[in-house]
Nanobody, 120 residues
Framework: VHVQESGPGLVKPSQTLSVTCTISNGSATATDYYDGWIRQAPGKGLEWIGAIGRSGHTHYSSTLSRRASISRDTGKNQITLQLSAVTPEEAAVYYC?????????????WGRGTQVAVTD
């Protein structure tokens, strides 16, 4: 499984951040999967943002649920995170993760992340 993030690199404060993840070579034997976004600001730990299931059902962090939206384009094997009204404190590396379930086994695949700065 290959996970690759892409993003604008720079977003202005109060604007909407949009980052995309392309996931390829997913396992044909997986019985279920879901894809999520996690971020890490400089000097801080990992923060889970949200996830989208195979069926399109979404789940978000309670602190970001009002501003975050994750969507899936099945034809392009992509998911997109949109985060509105961003602040400079939300500058971070944004990571995409694929979790696949195959019976009792669970596999996690991460991308290398995409750096997003929030500044004028």
């Amino acid at each position: 499984v290959h996970v690759q993030e892409s993003g604008p690199g720079l977003v202005k404060p109060s604007q909407t951040l949009s980052v995309t993840c392309t996931i390829s070579n997913g396992s044909a034997t997986a019985t279920d999967y879901y894809d999520g976004w996690i971020r890490q600001a400089p000097g801080k730990g990992l923060e889970w943002i949200g996830a989208i299931g195979r069926s399109g059902h979404t789940h978000y962090s309670s602190t970001l649920s009002r501003r975050a939206s994750i969507s899936r384009d099945t034809g392009k094997n992509q998911i997109t995170l949109q985060l509105s009204a961003v602040t400079p404190e939300e500058a971070a590396v944004y990571y995409c993760e694929r979790t696949e379930v195959a019976g009792a086994a669970v596999y996690d695949y991460w991308g290398r992340g995409t750096q997003v700065a929030v500044t004028d």
